[in-house]
């Protein structure tokens, strides 16, 4: 056990991090076998482990802690960053994990972790406990993009209820950064039914409105059954629910 108090204090770590312990290969190949089979570490996935409490026989890393371990630029992302701060209406046992290093889907202690490719690289930040993670204005901004991956319009409508604030030139740098006109339509209407409660000015509003595209959008897939319940909202040139957060209070059910 005399490396477990530094493994404890590492959360999770790599094989290369277990040889920078030992000093050599053949000490860190030992390690790991004796360790995992006295079950004071566990393996998560290639390379990758965390150390077990002593006292209650559980993984020390917790799921945020794996999500930033994966890979180098890995950070908790989407809905996941939401249950992070304390702002998610359900817990997932699912993690979103955001990077450009290309991983298998895999499960570990019943969550399960999933790669999302990234579409930008800024806004992430490293917490003191070094987790990385999305912060507030990117998650919103990536959960906007693609809501299918906080669980549906829903689930993001229900997030969004729980953010404070939101600070408007980290959500525009952001819309920079994706530079897709669609996104800017969907961003600003979706915002503009928590303007009052997010802190966010009509400026930024009338920066979203001159981004917009001539043609008109459906705020989500035409295809699907809920858009014949659909209205032109004429001054985002969006189709889509007359009230949205009827859908939170009503379910499926869109119109007033």
Request: aromatic share 14%; with cysteine.
């Amino acid at each position: 056990m005399k490396y477990l108090d530094k493994l404890i204090a590492l959360g999770c770590f790599s094989r290369g991090d277990v040889v920078a312990l030992t000093g050599n290969e053949h000490a860190a190949h030992s390690l790991l076998y004796s360790y995992i089979n006295a079950g004071y570490i566990e393996r998560i996935r290639r390379d990758l482990y965390t150390a077990i409490s002593l006292e209650t026989k559980q993984p020390i890393a917790n799921r945020f802690m794996i999500a930033s371990n994966i890979a180098d630029d890995a950070c908790v992302s989407f809905h996941s960053a939401f249950e992070y701060y304390g702002y998610a209406n359900q817990v997932f046992y699912e993690v979103y994990v955001t990077t450009g290093s290309r991983f298998s889907n895999f499960t570990y202690d019943g969550i399960s972790y999933t790669r999302v490719s990234p579409r930008i690289a800024s806004g992430i930040l490293t917490a003191n406990t070094g987790i990385r993670i999305t912060d507030l204005e990117r998650t919103v901004i990536d959960s906007i993009y693609a809501f299918e991956k906080i669980g549906g319009l829903e689930e993001l409508l229900r997030c969004l209820m729980l953010v404070p604030s939101l600070r408007a030139d980290k959500l525009l740098t952001y819309l920079d950064d994706y530079s897709l006109a669609y996104l800017y339509q969907k961003t600003g209407f979706i915002l503009m039914q928590f303007s009052e409660q997010l802190g966010l000015s009509k400026s930024f509003f009338d920066i979203c409105k001159g981004k917009i595209p001539k043609s008109k959008k459906y705020l989500y897939s035409e295809k699907d059954t809920l858009s014949e319940h659909f209205i032109l909202h004429e001054d985002w040139m969006l189709f889509a629910p007359a009230n949205i957060k009827s859908i939170i209070s009503k379910g499926v059910e869109l119109s007033d």
